[in-house]
């Protein structure tokens, strides 16, 4: 865990406590620690209660059948995720209320009401059944962050068919190994959506995956601007191929809700793991409802006049958990924000939330860290004071960037919460009650109400600091990884006896709280985004010149790890700088701009084991600037000399 020691001396000296305050706890959901304990004394009756609050067809038999690994929530019950969504509001009488709130990059908005949006989503969900798609059959998912991202992932939870969303910023390559893995019928695009000014190619994307797509059926293409855009940017194949709004345009709103059984597939979502091809994380329906609704009302101590706004991009889970299922199953008015935080200028994200009256906000500490670096003026530009409560997720805050956070954007008033969860588990798992826990800059906490998390060495003793364990199963947790069962066991499950192994690096502070420190496997994790370096390293080796990779994250004051890429090369090529330029863009065509290596590093050698293994803790050291640790086991440990003194003569 060499990696992580730098993080780990800085959080040794972050003693600083900040208690809720009084005026926030006054109207707060959760208070103190009650819920925490009754929840530990009975968690399968705790969940069972939350399971409660939603909407079922049939009420399940069974809370709970634990047969580790594989675990079923509420068996026997049947419900609809978008009828929890939508309907649900809509019969109770809040059909008038605002639902979704989008601004597009350019300045465009739209609104829907729950009635609007729930008619909207029955005519996708009809439309895509004239398509011939059946209850179980999958749909990819492949657009700009533009409200029919959601109404297409609830239209497909509406008749039964699992979504597949893949982030708009993965290259064709990325997208048919995605639609392929899943065996998906029909692929949901768009013309284009707006990024720093410019339009990305999503659909001239979409053609070239199709192309080695052999199950994709039917595409079918929104139009970004309501209309296709004119000149008709875009090549429709006839007979594949179809537009949005003719779809709808044709059908009604009468396409009701299918009951599904709580087990049945609600989505798959790809991550990075540690080998080259990603994992299908498969989530099913009513346990992961029933989380993602519990914590979006007690983390974010959601209220019924919240403006919610999530930055977070649909493609990964904290979309779908945090921007969709969350916060609409519980009748959140929710805004949505298609491009990026510093078009047209750095304070755009803090225009966006006087203008919409946003109370609630949850980003990223990657995010946080460049608000830091542009200056606490854009944010000083706008009226933030309905803001409430702050969040963060997807890698470790530096106590720095959190104390920018709550000055800056918080005004000192709002509550932060630092919230540890991942793909796999769902939803959140380790965070604050805003109006109970008292908030400590870097660390999530304390395990949410129902959730039993531990620090575990190897053999499975609790230990102060070791591997971050989630000791008992939760309703939101993975399922399988999909078409691969034997993944899910080995990934997740074999180190220890019926206990998950996130993957993560953590410590424990003597009140119990939880400083989750960093990834102890070889995935990275790049503002934000997680990224396999065996990813990266065969979109490298799949490059003529090279010979072998290996990449490893080194320290990056805004994007947490940069990929640093040490490349050798095959006889009779020789590094350049064109050449580093040349391998950079291979990669960001390979797998997608954000997996684009900072910098491509030539060595005639690797660091290797005498059995072989290439030595990343060396590399990452180099990397890093760092002394070098031990050196011993090297077959020659001359390799490393030479790579250092080669790195520090490129970097100067
Ligand atoms: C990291 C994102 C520290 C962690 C929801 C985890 C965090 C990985 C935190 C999952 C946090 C996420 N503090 N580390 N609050 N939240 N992580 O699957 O390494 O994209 O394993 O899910 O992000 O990333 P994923």
Redesign the pocket.
Known sequence: MTSLEGRLDDLLREDRAFPPPETFRESAHVTDDRPRESAESDPVAYWERWAGELHWFRRWDTVLIWEPPHARWFDGGRLNAAFNCLDRHVDGGKGGKTALIWEGEPGDTRRYTYAELRDEVARFGQALLDLGVRRGDRVAIYLPMIPEAAIAMLACARIGAPHSVIFGGFSPDSLADRINDASARVLVTADGGYRRGGLVPLKANADAAVASCPTIEHVVVVAREGRPAEPNNVAMAPGRDVWYHDLVARVGAGCEAVPMEAEDLLFILY?SGTTGKPKGVVHTTGGYLTQVYATTRWVFDLKEEDVYWCTADVG???GHSYIVYGPLANGATILMYEGAPDHPDRGRFWELCEKYGVTIFYTAPTAIRAFMKWGEEWPAGSDLTRLRLLG??????NPEAWIWYHRNIGGGRCPIV???????TGAIMITPLPGATDARPGS?TLPFPGIEAAILDDSGSEVDAGYLAITLPWPSMLRTVYGDDARYRDTYWSKWDGVYF???GAKRGADGYFW?L??VDDVL?VAG??IGTMEVESALVDHGAVAEAAVVGRVHEVKGEAIAAFVTLKEGRKGSAQLEIELRAHVATKIGPIARPEEVIFAADLPKTRSGKIMRRLLRDIADGKALGDTTTLADPAVVETLKERYSGQEG
């Open positions: 991550t990964w889970i904290t963060t997720v997807g890698e470790p805050i630092d919230t540890w969860w991942q793909t796999e999530a996130a993957g993560d989750v960093g990834r994790n985004h997680r």
